[in-house]
C-alpha cells in the first residue's frame, strides 16, 4: 500500500487547464482515468488527509504509485480522451458497464452491392445500418417477415446467393414474393439497393408515406377493377399495421429520443435504455455495473451517455436524450453529443406529460433489473455460504450465521413509530418469520430508545418460550421473561397485520395449546440498521435480559460500515465481499418491510373515523349509516328513532352509536393540500384533509413527506 504523499506532484507542477489523469499502480498499469476542467483543482482532491476521503476513493489513491496527465484545449476533448482511455486500458477502478445480456439487432448491410436484412450480434461493422436492440431475436424474425411482404429485400446468406446465381434459380422466398430475387436478375442493383433503403426508412419511423402510398394504389386498383391486385395491396397493408403494432405509440409522431434511467444502491447500478424512433419504442438495453468509485448519478449518466454513443454519429445518435440526471458541467456531454450526430441534440430532464410518464416505466424497468440482478446473485448455494463465512471471519464468531435476523426503526417526524423484523436462514429470506412492532414505551423520535425497546420486546418472549419448554436448566428463567408488554404483529409473506392479532400458522409452528410460536428461534446475529448508538442500545437490552450467546452488529449506510458493541473503530468489509453484500440486502429488506408498515399505519389513522370506536360496528353497517345520513356530522345530529330506520340497525346499537359519537370531537378544518380550498361536507362542515377525491394524506406535499419518512 502506497502512501500518496509519496508521489504528489510539487506545487504548481499541474497546469490550471482542462485534460484527463491517469493514475498508475507499482507495475505501471492504469488503476483510473478521470477528466478535469481544471486539473490541478481535481488532482488536489485526492492528496489531502486520507481519513476526509471517501473509502472507495481512500483504497485506489494508496494503490496508486504514480500519476500522470495530459493537458487538452476543451473540456469536450477531454470527454473524448477519457473514452478513447477507459477502453484501450479497463482501468479497474473506473465504471465499466457490463451488458446484462447479448442484444440482436435488425442489420441491413447497405454496404454490399445486394444488401441484405439478418439479425446481428456483437460489434457494430462500417456500412451497415442497424435497428433496435431487440430483446429476442425471435421478435426481430417475426417483423421482417412481416414487411418482406412490401419491401422484398435479399435475406439469404452469401452461399445461397451464389449457389442461386449459378443454378438460375431463386430460393423459395423468391418463389412466393417475399424475395425480389436479385440472384437472378429480377430485379437491377440499384432498385434493390432503393428498395433496401426504403426498408429503412420504414424502420426508423417514416411509416405514414408508404402506408398512402399502398392505399392510394390499392384504391387506383379496384377503381380499374383489378380486384386481385387491389386484394394483395390490401394485406401488404395489413402486414405493415400488423408490424407497426408490434411497438407501442408512447410518444407524439416523428419523435427521436433515446430515454436513460438508473437505478443504484450502495455497490451497483443498473441502466435501462429505451429507443424511441417515429414516436415508438423500437428497442431496449441494459447494463449493470459494479460502483467501484464515489459517484453521483449524473457521473453513472455521463458513462452510460460515453458507451452508448461513444462509437455512434449521425441518426444512430438520437435529437433528444433524456435522462433522469443532467451530467456536471453539462454542456461539454452536449456539445460531445451534438459533433457526433452532426446536429443538435437535446439532454435533458423530462418535467412533465408523455415524456415523464415514459421515464418512469423505464425507471420501473431499471429498478427490477437491478432487482433481479441481485436476486440471481443471491440464488447461487455457493456464493451465500461464502457470504456467511466471511461474515463470520469478519465478526470474529463461532460458526457462520444460519439465522440472521435484522431490525430498523421508522416514523415520519415522530410521529407512527414502529419497527422491523426480517429473518435470513442460509442466506435467505424467511418471510413467515418477520415480524413488525409498534413502539408503546414513549412517544416521539429517539431511534435508540426504539431499538432497545424492541430487542428487550423480542427476546423477552423468545425467553419466556424457553422457559414453557422447560429448557432451563435450573427451572426458572429470568424474573421478566413470561411478561409481554403487546404491539407485536405477525407477518406472513411480507404482509402484517396491523390489528395486532397472529395470522394462521402451520400446525408444526404451535405449541401444546395451539398458540403460534412467535418468538421461539433465536438467532447466531442480530443486526441492526444503525451506527454504534444502535449497536450499543440492542447490546444493552441482551445483557439487560442475560443473553450472552448472540452477536450483535450494526450496518451504518452512510459508508456501509459494520458496527461491534464495544468497539471505536468498525470493521470495514472489501467492497466485492459477498459478506457485505448479504448484509446490505438483509438491512435494506428491514427498511423496506418497516416503512411499508409504517406508511400503511399512517394512512389508517388518516381515514379513521369516530364510527371506528363503536363496539360490535362492522364496515358493512358502518357504510350503511354513513350511506343514509350522508356525512359524520350528520349522523352526530340524529335522534336513536332515526338512527334506528337505518337497515341492520337495532336500537342497542343505535344507543351504542349515539353514545360514542356524542363523546367523539368534531373533525377539525382541513384544507385540500392541491388548491388550498377548505374541504367541507355537503352541509358546509369541515372534512378530512385531502390530496385528491377520497384519498386523505397528511400535511405537506407527497415529495416533503416522502423526505420526512425514517
Same mark, same amino acid.
Given at each position: 500500500?502506497?502512501?500518496?504523499?509519496?508521489?504528489?506532484?510539487?506545487?504548481?507542477?499541474?497546469?490550471?487547464?482542462?485534460?484527463?489523469?491517469?493514475?498508475?499502480?507499482?507495475?505501471?498499469?492504469?488503476?483510473?482515468?478521470?477528466?478535469?476542467?481544471?486539473?490541478?483543482?481535481?488532482?488536489?482532491?485526492?492528496?489531502?488527509?486520507?481519513?476526509?476521503?471517501?473509502?472507495?476513493?481512500?483504497?485506489?489513491?494508496?494503490?496508486?504509485?504514480?500519476?500522470?496527465?495530459?493537458?487538452?484545449?476543451?473540456?469536450?476533448?477531454?470527454?473524448?480522451?477519457?473514452?478513447?482511455?477507459?477502453?484501450?486500458?479497463?482501468?479497474?477502478?473506473?465504471?465499466?458497464?457490463?451488458?446484462?445480456?447479448?442484444?440482436?439487432?435488425?442489420?441491413?448491410?447497405?454496404?454490399?452491392?445486394?444488401?441484405?436484412?439478418?439479425?446481428?450480434?456483437?460489434?457494430?461493422?462500417?456500412?451497415?445500418?442497424?435497428?433496435?436492440?431487440?430483446?429476442?431475436?425471435?421478435?426481430?424474425?417475426?417483423?421482417?417477415?412481416?414487411?418482406?411482404?412490401?419491401?422484398?429485400?435479399?435475406?439469404?446468406?452469401?452461399?445461397?446467393?451464389?449457389?442461386?446465381?449459378?443454378?438460375?434459380?431463386?430460393?423459395?422466398?423468391?418463389?412466393?414474393?417475399?424475395?425480389?430475387?436479385?440472384?437472378?436478375?429480377?430485379?437491377?442493383?440499384?432498385?434493390?439497393?432503393?428498395?433496401?433503403?426504403?426498408?429503412?426508412?420504414?424502420?426508423?419511423?417514416?411509416?405514414?408515406?408508404?402506408?398512402?402510398?399502398?392505399?392510394?394504389?390499392?384504391?387506383?386498383?379496384?377503381?380499374?377493377?383489378?380486384?386481385?391486385?387491389?386484394?394483395?395491396?390490401?394485406?401488404?397493408?395489413?402486414?405493415?399495421?400488423?408490424?407497426?403494432?408490434?411497438?407501442?405509440?408512447?410518444?407524439?409522431?416523428?419523435?427521436?429520443?433515446?430515454?436513460?434511467?438508473?437505478?443504484?444502491?450502495?455497490?451497483?447500478?443498473?441502466?435501462?435504455?429505451?429507443?424511441?424512433?417515429?414516436?415508438?419504442?423500437?428497442?431496449?438495453?441494459?447494463?449493470?455495473?459494479?460502483?467501484?468509485?464515489?459517484?453521483?448519478?449524473?457521473?453513472?449518466?455521463?458513462?452510460?451517455?460515453?458507451?452508448?454513443?461513444?462509437?455512434?454519429?449521425?441518426?444512430?445518435?438520437?435529437?433528444?436524450?433524456?435522462?433522469?440526471?443532467?451530467?456536471?458541467?453539462?454542456?461539454?456531454?452536449?456539445?460531445?453529443?451534438?459533433?457526433?450526430?452532426?446536429?443538435?441534440?437535446?439532454?435533458?430532464?423530462?418535467?412533465?406529460?408523455?415524456?415523464?410518464?415514459?421515464?418512469?416505466?423505464?425507471?420501473?424497468?431499471?429498478?427490477?433489473?437491478?432487482?433481479?440482478?441481485?436476486?440471481?446473485?443471491?440464488?447461487?448455494?455457493?456464493?451465500?455460504?461464502?457470504?456467511?463465512?466471511?461474515?463470520?471471519?469478519?465478526?470474529?464468531?463461532?460458526?457462520?450465521?444460519?439465522?440472521?435476523?435484522?431490525?430498523?426503526?421508522?416514523?415520519?417526524?415522530?410521529?407512527?413509530?414502529?419497527?422491523?423484523?426480517?429473518?435470513?436462514?442460509?442466506?435467505?429470506?424467511?418471510?413467515?418469520?418477520?415480524?413488525?412492532?409498534?413502539?408503546?414505551?414513549?412517544?416521539?423520535?429517539?431511534?435508540?430508545?426504539?431499538?432497545?425497546?424492541?430487542?428487550?420486546?423480542?427476546?423477552?418472549?423468545?425467553?419466556?418460550?424457553?422457559?414453557?419448554?422447560?429448557?432451563?436448566?435450573?427451572?426458572?428463567?429470568?424474573?421478566?421473561?413470561?411478561?409481554?408488554?403487546?404491539?407485536?404483529?405477525?407477518?406472513?409473506?411480507?404482509?402484517?397485520?396491523?390489528?395486532?392479532?397472529?395470522?394462521?400458522?402451520?400446525?408444526?409452528?404451535?405449541?401444546?395449546?395451539? &398458540?403460534? $410460536? *412467535? @418468538?421461539?428461534?433465536? !438467532?447466531?446475529?442480530? #443486526?441492526?440498521?444503525? =451506527?454504534?448508538?444502535?449497536?450499543? /442500545?440492542?447490546?444493552?437490552?441482551?445483557?439487560?435480559?442475560?443473553?450472552?450467546?448472540?452477536?450483535?452488529?450494526?450496518?451504518?449506510?452512510?459508508?456501509?460500515?459494520?458496527?461491534?458493541?464495544?468497539?471505536?473503530?468498525?470493521?470495514?468489509?472489501?467492497?466485492?465481499?459477498?459478506?457485505?453484500?448479504?448484509?446490505?440486502?438483509?438491512?435494506?429488506?428491514?427498511?423496506?418491510?418497516?416503512?411499508?408498515?409504517?406508511?400503511?399505519? &399512517?394512512? $389508517? *389513522? @388518516?381515514?379513521?373515523? !369516530?364510527?371506528?370506536? #363503536?363496539?360490535?360496528? =362492522?364496515?358493512?353497517?358502518?357504510? /350503511?349509516?354513513?350511506?343514509?345520513?350522508?356525512?359524520?356530522?350528520?349522523?352526530?345530529?340524529?335522534?336513536?328513532?332515526?338512527?334506528?330506520?337505518?337497515?341492520?340497525?337495532?336500537?342497542?346499537?343505535?344507543?351504542?352509536?349515539?353514545?360514542?359519537?356524542?363523546?367523539?370531537?368534531?373533525?377539525?378544518?382541513?384544507?385540500?393540500?392541491?388548491?388550498?380550498?377548505?374541504?367541507?361536507?355537503?352541509?358546509?362542515?369541515?372534512?378530512?384533509?385531502?390530496?385528491?377525491?377520497?384519498?386523505?394524506?397528511?400535511?405537506?406535499?407527497?415529495?416533503?413527506?416522502?423526505?420526512?419518512?425514517?
Amino acid at each position: 500500500m502506497a502512501d500518496p504523499s509519496s508521489y504528489r506532484p510539487r506545487p504548481g507542477e499541474i497546469p490550471d487547464s482542462p485534460g484527463v489523469y491517469r493514475f498508475r499502480d507499482e507495475h505501471r498499469r492504469v488503476i483510473y482515468v478521470g477528466k478535469a476542467k481544471s486539473l490541478r483543482q481535481r488532482l488536489a482532491n485526492y492528496f489531502q488527509d486520507l481519513a476526509n476521503l471517501h473509502p472507495r476513493t481512500r483504497t485506489m489513491v494508496t494503490t496508486a504509485a504514480s500519476v500522470e496527465w495530459t493537458v487538452v484545449s476543451t473540456e469536450v476533448e477531454a470527454l473524448q480522451l477519457e473514452y478513447s482511455w477507459i477502453k484501450e486500458y479497463d482501468p479497474r477502478f473506473n465504471v465499466k458497464y457490463r451488458d446484462d445480456k447479448s442484444y440482436p439487432y435488425l442489420a441491413v448491410t447497405m454496404n454490399e452491392e445486394f444488401p441484405r436484412v439478418q439479425v446481428m450480434r456483437g460489434h457494430k461493422k462500417k456500412g451497415v445500418r442497424y435497428f433496435g436492440p431487440y430483446g429476442h431475436a425471435w421478435a426481430i424474425r417475426d417483423t421482417v417477415d412481416l414487411l418482406l411482404r412490401v419491401f422484398p429485400v435479399r435475406t439469404c446468406s452469401a452461399g445461397v446467393f451464389k449457389n442461386a446465381a449459378r443454378t438460375g434459380r431463386p430460393c423459395l422466398l423468391g418463389y412466393i414474393g417475399k424475395c425480389s430475387a436479385p440472384c437472378v436478375g429480377r430485379i437491377t442493383p440499384d432498385d434493390h439497393w432503393d428498395l433496401a433503403d426504403e426498408f429503412c426508412d420504414f424502420m426508423t419511423g417514416r411509416t405514414g408515406t408508404y402506408l398512402r402510398r399502398l392505399e392510394r394504389q390499392m384504391a387506383d386498383a379496384a377503381e380499374e377493377m383489378e380486384y386481385e391486385r387491389a386484394a394483395r395491396l390490401r394485406d401488404d397493408i395489413g402486414a405493415l399495421k400488423k408490424a407497426m403494432e408490434k411497438s407501442a405509440v408512447v410518444l407524439a409522431d416523428a419523435t427521436d429520443a433515446d430515454l436513460i434511467a438508473v437505478a443504484e444502491d450502495e455497490l451497483e447500478a443498473a441502466v435501462q435504455i429505451f429507443h424511441v424512433r417515429g414516436g415508438r419504442v423500437r428497442g431496449q438495453r441494459g447494463w449493470v455495473t459494479d460502483k467501484v468509485e464515489e459517484i453521483t448519478t449524473g457521473a453513472l449518466v455521463e458513462h452510460a451517455l460515453q458507451q452508448l454513443y461513444g462509437e455512434e454519429s449521425g441518426d444512430a445518435v438520437p435529437k433528444e436524450v433524456l435522462v433522469p440526471a443532467l451530467p456536471d458541467p453539462v454542456e461539454p456531454v452536449q456539445q460531445w453529443l451534438t459533433e457526433r450526430r452532426g446536429s443538435g441534440v437535446s439532454l435533458r430532464i423530462p418535467q412533465r406529460g408523455d415524456k415523464k410518464a415514459l421515464m418512469e416505466t423505464v425507471q420501473r424497468n431499471a429498478q427490477q433489473a437491478l432487482v433481479l440482478h441481485k436476486t440471481k446473485r443471491a440464488s447461487d448455494l455457493t456464493t451465500r455460504s461464502r457470504a456467511l463465512e466471511e461474515i463470520a471471519e469478519a465478526l470474529d464468531l463461532d460458526s457462520a450465521p444460519l439465522r440472521v435476523e435484522c431490525y430498523d426503526i421508522s416514523h415520519l417526524q415522530g410521529d407512527d413509530v414502529v419497527a422491523s423484523m426480517v429473518v435470513f436462514e442460509d442466506g435467505l429470506a424467511r418471510k413467515s418469520e418477520y415480524r413488525r412492532f409498534q413502539i408503546k414505551g414513549f412517544e416521539g423520535q429517539d431511534d435508540v430508545r426504539s431499538m432497545h425497546e424492541v430487542i428487550t420486546r423480542r427476546f423477552r418472549r423468545y425467553l419466556a418460550e424457553k422457559e414453557k419448554t422447560g429448557e432451563w436448566s435450573d427451572g426458572e428463567g429470568p424474573a421478566d421473561a413470561g411478561q409481554h408488554t403487546g404491539g407485536e404483529a405477525a407477518a406472513s409473506d411480507g404482509v402484517a397485520r396491523t390489528d395486532g392479532a397472529d395470522l394462521t400458522e402451520a400446525p408444526a409452528l404451535k405449541d401444546e395449546d395451539g &398458540r403460534p $410460536k *412467535r @418468538f421461539a428461534y433465536p !438467532p447466531q446475529l442480530v #443486526v441492526v440498521d444503525g =451506527g454504534q448508538p444502535q449497536v450499543a /442500545a440492542a447490546q444493552r437490552a441482551l445483557d439487560e435480559l442475560g443473553i450472552d450467546d448472540i452477536a450483535v452488529c450494526g450496518l451504518a449506510k452512510r459508508l456501509e460500515e459494520v458496527w461491534l458493541p464495544h468497539e471505536d473503530d468498525p470493521v470495514v468489509l472489501p467492497r466485492t465481499s459477498e459478506g457485505l453484500y448479504l448484509l446490505q440486502r438483509v438491512r435494506d429488506e428491514a427498511h423496506r418491510f418497516a416503512i411499508t408498515y409504517q406508511r400503511a399505519k &399512517r394512512a $389508517k *389513522r @388518516f381515514r379513521s373515523s !369516530p364510527l371506528d370506536d #363503536v363496539p360490535g360496528l =362492522g364496515e358493512t353497517r358502518k357504510q /350503511a349509516l354513513i350511506k343514509h345520513f350522508g356525512s359524520v356530522k350528520k349522523l352526530r345530529s340524529a335522534t336513536i328513532d332515526q338512527i334506528c330506520e337505518v337497515p341492520g340497525i337495532g336500537r342497542k346499537t343505535a344507543e351504542t352509536v349515539a353514545v360514542a359519537l356524542a363523546g367523539a370531537a368534531p373533525a377539525a378544518p382541513a384544507v385540500n393540500t392541491a388548491t388550498g380550498e377548505i374541504m367541507e361536507d355537503d352541509d358546509g362542515a369541515p372534512g378530512t384533509t385531502v390530496d385528491a377525491p377520497g384519498e386523505p394524506v397528511s400535511a405537506g406535499t407527497p415529495d416533503e413527506r416522502r423526505g420526512q419518512e425514517r
